[in-house]
């Protein structure tokens, strides 16, 4: 059964830095891309970072670039999020998830992160 | 705005059918894998659909996906109470490089 299991959230002043990780378990980590999507609360789904196989090739969403690095570490089967200069509008449920094809397979329960002063 | 529009809300009685659209455009939709969730209350997203049409395990047959051209449809038959929730659509947009999400649309059991 694949399990996510995200860490790391937690209340960070503005300009602050948090480092979320999701570690996996019940899958082949190495073979699958890995996806962050957040939802701020009330709101809707918001993709925000994917990493392929290897760690070679990320994207992010434009609201995050130069801001949020994704990267992983197959040998922990751990995915990961650093999280710079974050904004209020950063406070979320970060989700972490198996992607395929452009889309979340498997979820995390989900970290929040409170950017406030 | 989402790059994804959906209505933001429909409903229907129990055991009707509803339908929710997902309109978006040839980046999008129109040449890309669409996947559903559901997020009832409080809960963690569900996977309800993927690659369009398929459902994955323990998904019941009650939950189906099609898309034509630029728009995708989820279709809820013998809707229960236990169906009451958001729902997205979500793809990869190419022009962006980015996935995206529609903005949800609520689902109501009358």
């Known amino acids: 059964e694949v399990q996510l299991v995200e860490s790391g959230g937690g209340l960070v002043q503005p300009g602050g830095s948090l480092r979320l990780s999701c570690a996996a378990s019940g899958f082949t980590f190495s073979n699958y891309w890995m996806i962050w999507v957040r939802q701020a609360p009330g709101k809707g789904l918001v993709w925000v970072s994917r990493i392929n196989t290897d760690g070679s090739a990320t994207e992010y969403a434009d609201s995050v670039k130069g801001r949020l690095t994704i990267s992983r570490d197959n040998a922990k089967n751990t995915l990961h999020l650093q999280m710079n200069s974050l904004r209020a509008e950063d406070t979320a449920i970060y989700y972490c998830?198996?992607?395929?094809?452009?889309?979340?397979?498997?979820w995390g329960q989900g970290t929040l992160v409170t950017v406030s002063s | 705005q989402s790059v994804l529009t959906q209505p933001p809300s429909v409903s229907a009685a129990p055991g009707q059918k509803v339908t929710i659209s997902c309109s978006g455009s040839?980046?999008?939709?129109?040449?890309?894998?669409v996947a559903w969730y559901q997020q009832l209350p409080g809960t963690v997203p569900k996977t309800l659909i993927f690659e369009n049409n398929k459902r994955p395990s323990g998904i019941p047959d009650r939950f189906s996906g099609s898309k034509s051209g630029t728009s995708a449809t989820l279709a809820i038959t013998g809707l229960q109470t236990g169906d009451e929730a958001d729902y997205y659509c979500?793809?990869?947009?190419?022009?962006?490089?980015?996935?995206?999400f529609g903005s949800g649309t609520k689902v109501t059991v009358l």
């Open positions: 998830g198996t992607e395929n094809w452009g889309s979340v397979a498997s």
């Open positions: 979500g793809t990869w947009d190419s022009s962006l490089s980015a996935g995206v």
């Open positions: 040839s980046s999008n939709v129109g040449n890309q894998y």
